[in-house]
C-alpha cells in the first residue's frame, strides 16, 4: 500500500513540535534521534513498555493509531520512531519474525539498502512500506538531505531467563483509560505522566506476572 503525506501529518507534526531526543545507546546502528515504544528490553530485568509510552503519551497514541490502521498484515509489540537518523549497517537482534518500516518527511536520497537476502539492493520507503525480517538480514541508511522521518512496528522479543513476560497490548485492548496513557492533556510540555515507580523501591520483576505501569 502507497500512502501519502496526509497520512503523517498528525505525527509529523509532533515531532516537530518536540523532537525525539538523542539515544546514545544504539550501538551498532550509531546514536541519533531514535527512539522505542511500546516494548523494550531493559538491563538485568524482564522486557517491559518504554519510558517513552509515558513521557510521550500524545505522540504514542498517534503511533498506535497509525498502527492500528496500516499494520495489519504483521503482529507488533514495539514501535521505532526515528528522526534524521541515517542507521548504520546493523541487524535488528532482539527483533522476532516480519516489521514493517515506512518513511516520510521532505527529504531527498535516504533509501533503504538491504545487504543480503532476496531483497538486497536499495529500496525507496518513502510513503512505500516495506515488510521483512530485518533481524536476518543487514540493513542500513543512506545519505540524504531534508528532514527524514520512519517508523518501525515489530514484534520484540518477550523472553526473559527462560519465561515469556506476559504484559497487557494496548494495540489490541486499545483503551486510552488504561493502556495507551494519553487522556487529552498530556501534549503540552516533556514530563509526561508521573513514572509509575516514582517513589517505589526498584526490584525484579517476575517475567510471569504483567508489569503494573499505570499507577
Known sequence: MTLTDSDFIAIETELRRQPLDINNYRLKAGEGRTQAFGVV????????????????????????????????????????????????????????????LVAFGNYEGGSLTIHEGDLSGEHNIRHSPIVTDFSKVYHSVNDFIGTRYSLVYYNYDLSWKGEKVVLPLPYIEYAYDRWCFYRGTELIGKSGLPHPLRGRKKKIQDPRTPANFVA
Open 41 to 100: 528490553g531493559r538491563r538485568s530485568m524482564a522486557p517491559d513498555y518504554s519510558r517513552n509510552c509515558w513521557t510521550r503519551t500524545y505522540l504514542y497514541k498517534l503511533l498506535l493509531d497509525f498502527g492500528r490502521k496500516y499494520v495489519t498484515d504483521i503482529s507488533w509489540n514495539a514501535i521505532t520512531v526515528n528522526q534524521d537518523y541515517q542507521a548504520e549497517k546493523h541487524r535488528d537482534k532482539h527483533n522476532i519474525g516480519n516489521s514493517y
